[in-house]
């Protein structure tokens, strides 16, 4: 892999090794090799990579938006053309198979650079006229150093989509990417640099939570990105409050995914894999209760089981397969409890169930029907190539039921029927909602969740609003009048 990066962290613009620190391994999900080590940020690292970006954010809230943007789109162009490398890069990490990574990891993180870049140089403030000719004007201000911390399932994608917009208002970010997949910020890092953006404005730091723990209770930091399930979101905001911070949180989910009798069997079929199997299933917007209507619910089964024996499961560097391995044992072992409970609770396995023998963390996509709300299975996220099917008879009491959850993540709807599917999405429950479709991620498009499942939104113009703070100015053009 003649792309691995040099060093454990990316700072000041430069790449900074320091062994005193946990050593991390890469492991190559598909052989269970180790490709690669890290090691953990040590408190003198984090020190060097908060001063660094302190340093770098005054000279750069100071640029005009139009410079800001020219950097990121120089360095959406660079991810583009070398998109195959960071694609290997990107499967060596998180073991997702290229037919995936060379089209929705560098490009949508090319995207939200390219968008973001974009956007930079028209975010103003209001003009707002008031009484006795008096007026005031708003000024929008970036916050700081702000924090970004990753999950393993989108190592680019999670690091741009946080980086982007942060940097476009003139932000500087200090990203943690997962332990499990350290590799892929650093190249984002390396590309940002060569780009024009000054030194210190996107560093790179590794280690565990306890490395994001330190960053988030910083005082110099100004605001938290994280990527990552309730648990560490729980903990996360709670720390962020105490230094009065400001938070997005894009957290997990057990998103629910509504086929309708009159829906498109084809369609329906191919939204509820998009939902469940795609990155082997870990994804946090997955829809993974499939709630199917009685009528179709035979005819779904049995062209789902036909479909997924279509699949080609195998070495994830081959660009004809279709489902590469989970990204760590410990996800693997998580989703094979997920599978025996589920039997033990009465679910009726369909198709897959078990671990593929060998070497790497394979396993079968898997398919459950007779699924009934109060099995585990249908209320735990799983974040693997796990689908429940569930049945329902009517409208009113499958919105019901679907909403019955702490999560708030994601939410899709097949149907012929337009009114029916704008109403039913009106009633769900979710922050990100697909109809007649499943998990597609413009980046023009908000995304997020309610409920348990985040606070704030990431993409589109919406993120502009979690990474600046307004400044309200009032000009009075009289005299003052007092009381005395
Ligand atoms: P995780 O919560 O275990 O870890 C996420 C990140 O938080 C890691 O970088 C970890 O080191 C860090 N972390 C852990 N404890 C911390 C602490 N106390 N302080 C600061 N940082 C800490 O999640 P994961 O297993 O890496 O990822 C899977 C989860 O992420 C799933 O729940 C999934 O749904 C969610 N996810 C959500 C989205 C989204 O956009 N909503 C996207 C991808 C994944």
């Given at each position: 892999m003649d792309i691995q990066p040099t060093a454990s962290h990316f700072i000041d613009g430069v790449y900074i090794e320091d062994t005193d620190g946990t050593p991390i391994d890469v492991i190559y999900p598909a052989t269970g090799e180790i490709v690669g080590r890290v090691y953990s940020a040590t408190p003198a690292i984090i020190e060097r990579a908060l001063v660094s970006a302190q340093n770098a954010q005054r000279a750069w809230a100071k640029t005009s938006g139009t410079e800001r943007g020219r950097v990121l789109r120089r360095a959406a162009d660079i991810m583009r053309e070398?998109?195959?490398?960071?694609?290997?890069?990107?499967?060596?990490?998180?073991?997702?198979?290229?037919?995936?990574?060379?089209?929705?990891?560098?490009?949508?993180?090319?995207?939200?650079?390219?968008?973001?870049?974009?956007?930079?140089?028209?975010?103003?403030?209001?003009?707002?006229?008031?009484?006795?000719?008096?007026?005031?004007?708003?000024?929008?201000?970036?916050?700081?150093?702000?924090?970004?911390?990753?999950?393993?399932?989108?190592?680019?994608?999670?690091?741009?989509?946080?980086?982007?917009?942060?940097?476009?208002?003139?932000?500087?970010?200090?990203?943690?990417?997962?332990?499990?997949?350290?590799?892929?910020?650093?190249?984002?890092?390396?590309?940002?640099?060569?780009?024009?953006?000054?030194?210190?404005?996107?560093?790179?730091?590794?280690?565990?939570?306890?490395?994001?723990?330190?960053?988030?209770?910083?005082?110099?930091?100004a605001?938290?990105?994280?990527?990552?399930?309730?648990?560490?979101?729980?903990?996360?905001?709670?720390?962020?409050?105490?230094?009065?911070?400001?938070?997005?949180?894009?957290?997990?989910?057990?998103?629910?995914?509504?086929?309708?009798?009159?829906?498109?069997?084809?369609?329906?079929?191919?939204?509820?894999?998009?939902?469940?199997?795609?990155?082997?299933?870990?994804?946090?917007?997955?829809?993974?209760?499939?709630?199917?209507?009685?009528?179709?619910?035979?005819?779904?089964?049995?062209?789902?089981?036909?479909?997924?024996?279509?699949?080609?499961?195998?070495?994830?560097?081959?660009?004809?397969?279709?489902?590469?391995?989970?990204?760590?044992?410990?996800?693997?072992?998580?989703?094979?409890?997920?599978?025996?409970?589920?039997?033990?609770?009465?679910?009726?396995?369909?198709?897959?169930?078990?671990?593929?023998?060998?070497?790497?963390?394979?396993?079968e996509p898997t398919v459950f029907a007779d699924v009934t709300d109060s099995m585990t299975i249908a209320q735990e996220e799983i974040f693997g190539p796990v689908m429940a099917v569930l049945d329902f008879e009517h409208e009113d009491e499958v919105i019901g039921r679907a909403n019955a959850t702490a999560f708030g993540l994601s939410a899709g709807v097949f149907t012929a029927d337009f009114s029916r599917a704008h109403r039913v999405i009106d009633a769900l429950e979710a922050g990100t909602c697909f109809i007649n479709s499943y998990n597609d991620a413009p980046v023009e498009m908000p995304f997020g969740g309610v409920k348990m499942s985040g606070v704030g939104r990431e993409n589109a113009k919406d993120a502009i609003t979690y990474y600046s703070q307004i400044k309200s100015v009032f000009v009075r053009m009289g005299d003052v009048e007092a009381p005395f």
């Amino acid at each position: 892999m003649d792309i691995q990066p040099t060093a454990s962290h990316f700072i000041d613009g430069v790449y900074i090794e320091d062994t005193d620190g946990t050593p991390i391994d890469v492991i190559y999900p598909a052989t269970g090799e180790i490709v690669g080590r890290v090691y953990s940020a040590t408190p003198a690292i984090i020190e060097r990579a908060l001063v660094s970006a302190q340093n770098a954010q005054r000279a750069w809230a100071k640029t005009s938006g139009t410079e800001r943007g020219r950097v990121l789109r120089r360095a959406a162009d660079i991810m583009r053309e070398r998109n195959h490398g960071l694609s290997v890069l990107e499967t060596y990490d998180t073991g997702k198979p290229l037919s995936e990574t060379l089209y929705v990891d560098a490009t949508s993180a090319a995207d939200a650079l390219e968008y973001f870049g974009g956007l930079a140089g028209s975010l103003t403030g209001d003009h707002i006229p008031l009484s006795e000719g008096n007026w005031a004007y708003t000024k929008r201000d970036p916050l700081g150093v702000c924090v970004g911390i990753g999950a393993w399932n989108y190592p680019t994608q999670i690091s741009c989509w946080k980086g982007a917009p942060a940097l476009a208002c003139g932000n500087a970010m200090i990203f943690k990417p997962s332990e499990t997949t350290p590799l892929c910020a650093l190249k984002v890092a390396e590309i940002l640099l060569e780009a024009g953006l000054p030194a210190g404005l996107f560093n790179v730091v590794q280690g565990l939570g306890d490395v994001g723990a330190s960053l988030v209770a910083d005082a110099r930091v100004a605001k938290v990105s994280l990527t990552g399930s309730v648990a560490t979101g729980c903990k996360v905001y709670a720390a962020a409050a105490a230094g009065m911070k400001q938070v997005t949180m894009e957290l997990g989910g057990k998103s629910p995914l509504l086929i309708f009798d009159d829906a498109n069997l084809e369609n329906a079929v191919s939204g509820a894999i998009l939902a469940n199997f795609y990155s082997t299933g870990q994804v946090c917007s997955n829809g993974t209760r499939v709630f199917v209507q009685k009528g179709i619910r035979d005819a779904f089964l049995m062209r789902l089981k036909e479909r997924l024996s279509l699949a080609i499961i195998g070495d994830p560097l081959d660009e004809t397969t279709t489902i590469g391995p989970m990204v760590s044992q410990r996800q693997l072992d998580i989703v094979l409890g997920y599978i025996k409970q589920g039997k033990a609770e009465g679910a009726r396995l369909v198709v897959g169930g078990s671990r593929i023998a060998g070497s790497g963390y394979y396993i079968e996509p898997t398919v459950f029907a007779d699924v009934t709300d109060s099995m585990t299975i249908a209320q735990e996220e799983i974040f693997g190539p796990v689908m429940a099917v569930l049945d329902f008879e009517h409208e009113d009491e499958v919105i019901g039921r679907a909403n019955a959850t702490a999560f708030g993540l994601s939410a899709g709807v097949f149907t012929a029927d337009f009114s029916r599917a704008h109403r039913v999405i009106d009633a769900l429950e979710a922050g990100t909602c697909f109809i007649n479709s499943y998990n597609d991620a413009p980046v023009e498009m908000p995304f997020g969740g309610v409920k348990m499942s985040g606070v704030g939104r990431e993409n589109a113009k919406d993120a502009i609003t979690y990474y600046s703070q307004i400044k309200s100015v009032f000009v009075r053009m009289g005299d003052v009048e007092a009381p005395f």
